[in-house]
Nanobody, 124 residues
Framework: QVQLVESGGGLVQTGGSLRLSCAAS????????MGWFRQAPGKDREFVAA????????VYADSVKDRFTISRDNAKNTVYLQMNSLKPEDTAVYYC?????????????????WGQGTQVTVSS
């Protein structure tokens, strides 16, 4: 089992920044690819960003590319999502997730473990 706890969400104005953190405990963190997904009210959960177990590769949704950056610190068992130039459409609950599977980083079904989520609200 892997336990994931997100933090860092909050209320920010358009154009502002937030840094989300996800602390992992349980099994060896460096064994897992890590992802961030989000879900806005009335919408399906959508992929935001993911990073491989080593941190050597990252992928992003087109809607956040060049604004968000995913990173990880395997020594601290933590993955981060730096969010810049935030827009009202980024408002959602953001979820951290962990996957054993190789590849399929954009596929929510590939992730084995999920956090409880942290709310991000961007005001216009």
């Amino acid at each position: 089992q892997v336990q994931l706890v997100e933090s860092g969400g909050g209320l920010v104005q358009t154009g502002g920044s937030l840094r989300l953190s996800c602390a992992a405990s349980g099994r060896t963190f460096s064994n897992y690819n890590m992802g961030w997904f989000r879900q806005a009210p009335g919408k399906d959960r959508e992929f935001v960003a993911a990073i491989t177990w080593s941190g050597g590769a990252a992928v992003y949704a087109d809607s956040v590319k060049d604004r968000f950056t995913i990173s990880r610190d395997n020594a601290k068992n933590t993955v981060y999502l730096q969010m810049n130039s935030l827009k009202p459409e980024d408002t959602a609950v953001y979820y951290c997730s962990a996957a054993v599977a190789v590849g399929r980083l954009r596929d929510a079904g590939a992730y084995n473990y999920w956090g409880q989520g942290t709310q991000v609200t961007v005001s216009s």
